[in-house]
RNA sequence: GCGGUCAUAGCUCAGUUGGUUAGAGCACAAGAUUGUGGAUCUUGGGGUCGCGGGUUCGAGUCCCGUUGGCCGCCCCA
């Protein structure tokens, strides 16, 4: 037994879950590049008062936290928005706007694991700065159901419920509640979901007894599942601050159904988000078995980097975690089975032909093929039982008889055919294989 | 932080009321096989039975503790 394990919540990743992990971020790269966002990085380390200025001191007992050698107060990101805040933040007046960004990385938080819940993470991050309108939640949603969608997930395997806190902070205050009132109630019906009516414990014992009429109100607009229903709700004369919304969330879901996204959008207003933060639209998405836990969430945050990053700038941005993604692939038999095969296989009969073979295989690597070669003398028995199963397409044979000739046998792996050219060709030959009929 | 459950080879697992030197399959390696395919056969390497303590003539097996995995609660940026 190792004496050595990783910690508690880290995991290794032995090339066959690399790969896995990697095809993951090679599509979401390929998806957030067609539309137009430019990849960022941020440091890893942060300074502790980053996280507490954005979400107080109970954060740290979450957080990998440290005093560095300078005796600076640190942290390991937990997250990215404080980060990338910053840095538009300090840069918002030279952006070209819209600005919009994302970012796969890393972070570390220190929790019980659970489930699609681990100590340290991956996350795809992508934000839209600078657009106060509808206009970037619409392109933030369509990247986020298209990030899926490049797996081959259709809407029968998740969907994106989309949820307004503007909204709610409008309904709730048109009832007489104050702002802190608001903000406690938010935090009970993010909760509702999964805990039913004690959800409202918290806000109870702060305000007291929430009143049956009241209450009943909050239940209903909690089980707004459609447009329609949203409309009709806030009534046929809503104040005037309503009827901009309205017009916001007629913008948003016009613009994702001309997409074609409509099957993937679920207008489900019990979907508030727990941060204190987000101002306006919030969506989260969700594996339609209800399995597993979020795969995303997201929403506008429009303070938040005048908060962090110094200039007042709006913005809305959402975040994919690998793992619980990973684990919906897997489910759904949509993670690749990939084992990089080389092209070429190289069969070498001894010393002396070896170093024949190694000018070829040096100019097919430096040519971008990828080459493989028994690195021991190998009978030829094993040679070909192992370029077959390395899953070459092509074995080339360097053997005594052949490079006597002046000539390199060719053997398709597939067809179980061979042929011969002089040993000047083989690069011309290769290429020519590989370019196929 | 709390609860449940589990821990024997790289992986999946056997291991009898406590009894000799802890096993199998897969995987890996060598040979059969010095010029042609994933097979077969033979052989081999690989274990402080998670760790520590206790009971016992004797512990992989029973007891206590501890660490770690998994699942859930709290939390979930």
């Known amino acids: 037994m190792a004496t050595f394990q990783p910690l508690p919540g880290f995991r290794d990743f032995y090339p066959e879950d690399l790969a896995k992990r990697t095809h993951i971020f090679r599509l979401w790269r390929q998806t957030a590049a067609a ?8 440091p890893v380390l942060e300074p502790l008062d980053l996280y507490r200025a954005k979400s107080g001191d109970e954060i740290e007992a979450q957080l990998f936290s440290f005093t560095d ?63 106060p309108g509808p206009e970037a ?9 298209q990030c899926m969608r490049a797996f081959g997930l259709t809407q029968k395997d998740f969907c994106v419920r989309l949820s307004d806190r503007n909204l709610w902070f409008h309904y709730l205050g048109s009832l007489g509640l104050d702002d802190a009132r608001i ?15 004690e959800a409202f ?10 009143p049956e009429g009241l209450k009943d109100k909050v239940l209903a607009f909690l089980a707004i599942r459609s447009f329609e229903e949203l409309e009709s709700a806030l009534g046929a004369d809503p104040a005037a601050g309503t009827a901009a919304r309205l017009a916001d969330w007629r913008k948003l879901l016009g613009g994702l159904s001309a997409m074609g996204l409509a099957d993937y959008i679920q207008v489900d207003l019990g979907v508030v988000r727990g941060l204190a933060y987000y101002t306006g639209f919030v969506f989260e998405a969700f594996d339609r078995k209800g399995e597993l836990r979020a795969l995303a969430g997201g929403g506008r945050y429009d303070d938040l980097v005048g908060k962090l990053g110094g200039s007042e700038l709006p913005a809305v941005g959402f975040a994919i975690g690998d793992m619980t993604f990973a684990l919906l692939l897997e489910e759904r038999g949509l993670s690749p089975a990939v084992a990089a095969a080389p092209d070429v296989y190289c069969v070498i009969g001894g010393e002396a032909e070896r170093r024949a073979a190694f000018a070829d295989i040096h100019r097919l690597r430096s040519g971008g093929y990828r080459v493989e070669y028994p690195l021991k003398e190998l009978a030829f028995g094993k040679q070909f039982k192992a370029a077959a199963e390395s899953g070459a397409r092509l074995a080339l044979i360097y053997g005594g008889d052949e490079l006597a000739r002046g000539v390199v046998k060719m053997r398709d ?23 196929g009929p």
């Not at 539309?35 to 941020?42: C, P, S």
């Not at 619409?138 to 990247?143: H, K, Q, R, Y």
């Not at 903000?183 to 009516?197: C, F, N, Q």
Request: net charge positive; proline share 5%; glycine share 10%.
């Open 413 to 435: 792996m597939g067809t179980r055919t061979e042929r011969e050219f002089p040993a000047s060709e083989v690069e011309a030959s290769v290429r020519g294989f590989f370019a």
């Open 201 to 210: 414990k918290p806000y109870e014992d702060a305000f007291g007894p929430l």
């Open 183 to 197: 903000r406690a109630l938010l935090g009970a019906i993010d909760k509702y979901e999964r805990s039913g009516h």
């Open 69 to 131: 050698k300078g005796k600076r107060e640190v942290a390991l990101r937990p997250e990215m928005t404080p980060s990338v805040c910053r840095l538009v933040g300090e840069r918002a007046g030279a952006l070209k706007r819209p600005i919009k960004w994302f970012s796969i990385a890393e972070f570390y938080r220190y929790e019980r694991m659970q489930k699609g819940r681990g100590r340290c993470f991956h996350q795809f991050n992508a934000d839209v700065f600078g657009e």
């Open 35 to 42: 539309f137009g966002f430019a990849e960022y990085d941020t």
């Open 137 to 145: 939640e619409i392109e933030l949603i369509a990247l986020l159901v």
